[in-house]
């Protein structure tokens, strides 16, 4: 028994240290290599940050993401990681793992020493913010993801047309109500499923009595003609822009008028200004009649987390309504329950894609997605386009693009002003006061200045370009573009497709 009892001693010394070692290398996720899929995960994730400005609450973004895409650390996430152009230790240093923080050892519980899935949730830019987090006003308008977003518009424009321009989402028009924040933080990151909007405005429905949906469907049916208004007036700019692209200009007129642009997009803005306050007070309206059982049921379904929202059938019966009407009710019931749960900042909040809405960057990305259940709109097209098309330019080129970084700084923080002057002035319906409408139209209006000069530069810059560009070039741009034959062409009145939209005379657009 003795000779059994050293011999397995001697065994288990043997083996101990090889066993440890196998241990130490899991917990420090060495052991396995990361996947393609995990690779492309860390590329997106990446893609959505600027090396050069990034800051703490940015690395621990990304840590928090990898960890909630499963992606544990060790030297393979590390050279994912430097293969996307950031340099790990950076990200080490500005995010230390739990323990090795500066001024001392952290644990798991304590403030510095969070796990990173709740790092993730606690980064949210309003209540409930899940895996999306990532997501800020701040990554918004940072360089990298403008540019990306800017690069990305161009090539859509450049391989584009007029019908593919005037493809908007509907929830892109008098968006201060947080739902675009919801989506893009969404714990699910279901966010850009085209039955999010539907699940969470049935649930709305669900909860709304008859009087409060029928208040919903009468400002419905009273800014039909204003919301079809808006989405008309943008034809004029459109139409403008492409004829700059082609070089369509009029006789004895060389380039877009810089102030005749502006002057139309404030207009266009105006209008927008009055349909968020229409659409606040009618929303405050119900939100202020809601009684403690509705209330009650409405805290089971958390903003930023769709996991929470029960699949159930929609609610209303669209032979009632016409179908533009349908829309309309659909796309309250979603804002009004992401304003009622969220916050200002998700209310001031917009993704890289809002402005300059005019170049077919919605009409190449979403518009494949129309009428299809259940289908998933990429989230890294943008990045990853933008960045081929500005690899395919030359340096002058590439320099027309990347110089609106600069020129449309101080339109891009005038807008993140004036959007969270106007959240705030709309919420006042929500604790049944009046909004000064006034003040929200005039702030509208400069709102539309800001926007107008950010897409005439678009427009000249593009234009520049794309006159610029060799046969191989736009070969390249074009093979980048892959449309599907059944995909809908426009012109389309918001997402839905028309025929011979009336445009007007563009001549007042030129100089």
């Not at 139209?441 to 709102?447: E, H, R, V």
């Not at 800001?450 to 897409?455: F, Q």
Request: proline letters at 4%; aromatic letters at 8%.
């Amino acid at each position: 028994m003795k000779k059994l009892f050293f011999l397995l001693l001697a065994v288990i010394c043997l083996c101990l240290p090889a066993l440890m070692g196998a241990q130490e290398r899991e917990g420090r996720g060495e052991a396995q290599a990361l996947t393609d899929a995990q690779k492309a995960s860390v590329k997106e994730i990446i893609s959505k940050y600027n090396i050069e400005t990034l800051t703490a609450a940015d690395a621990k973004a990304i840590h928090g993401a990898m960890r909630e895409a499963g992606i544990m650390g060790g030297p393979s996430e590390d050279q994912a990681i430097t293969d996307a152009g950031f340099d790990p230790e950076k990200l080490k240093q500005l995010d230390p793992p739990p323990g090795k923080e500066t001024g001392g050892n952290k644990g798991p519980g304590d403030a510095k020493g969070t796990s990173g899935n709740k790092q993730g949730a606690d980064r949210g830019a309003s209540k409930g913010a899940g895996s999306g987090s990532k997501y800020t006003l701040e990554q918004a308008c940072s360089d990298n993801a403008q540019l990306k977003t800017i690069a990305f518009d161009g090539l859509a424009y450049i391989t584009g047309d007029f019908g593919f321009d005037t493809f908007l989402p509907p929830g892109k028009v008098s968006d201060y109500f947080g739902f675009q924040n919801m989506r893009d933080i969404d714990a699910k990151t279901g966010g850009h499923n085209t039955s999010f909007l539907t699940t969470i405005a049935s649930n709305m429905l669900s909860i709304l009595n008859d009087e409060q949906k029928a208040v919903l469907l009468a400002a419905a049916k009273e800014q039909e003609n204003d919301i079809k208004k808006f989405a008309e007036m943008r034809f004029p700019l459109i139409k403008a822009f492409r004829r700059n692209l082609e070089g369509d200009y009029p006789s004895g007129k060389t380039i877009l008028s810089h102030d005749a642009v502006l002057k139309y997009s404030a207009s266009l803005y105006e209008l927008d200004g009055v349909i968020a306050y229409k659409r606040a007070e009618v929303m405050g309206k119900v939100i202020s009649s809601l009684s403690s059982e509705q209330k009650a049921a409405l805290a089971k379904l958390k903003f930023g987390d769709s996991r929470t929202w029960p699949d159930i059938p929609e609610q209303l019966d669209k032979r009632s309504m016409s179908h533009s009407q349908n829309v309309a009710v659909m796309t309250y019931a979603s804002e009004m329950f992401a304003w009622y749960a969220g916050s200002i900042d998700a209310d001031t909040y917009f993704c890289p894609e809002r402005h300059g809405m005019y170049f077919g960057g919605f009409g190449m990305k979403t518009a494949p997605a129309m009428g299809k259940q259940n289908y998933s709109i990429s989230t890294s097209l943008t990045g990853d386009s933008g960045e081929s098309f500005l690899n395919t330019l030359d340096d002058s080129q590439k320099k027309k693009i990347t110089d609106i970084i600069d020129l449309q700084k101080s339109d891009l923080a005038g807008i993140v002003t004036v959007r969270r002057t106007i959240s705030a002035e709309l919420r006042k319906f929500q604790k049944g006061e009046t909004a000064d409408k006034a003040k929200v139209l005039l702030l509208s209006k400069k709102y539309g200045e800001y926007d107008g000069e950010m897409a005439y530069f678009y427009a000249s810059a593009f234009g520049a370009v794309g006159k610029s560009l060799t046969s191989e070039q736009l070969a390249k741009l074009k093979a980048m573009r892959t449309i599907n034959p059944s995909e809908p062409r426009g012109p389309f009145l918001y997402s839905d497709p028309i025929q011979n939209p009336e445009v007007g005379n563009t001549d007042f657009l030129f100089e």
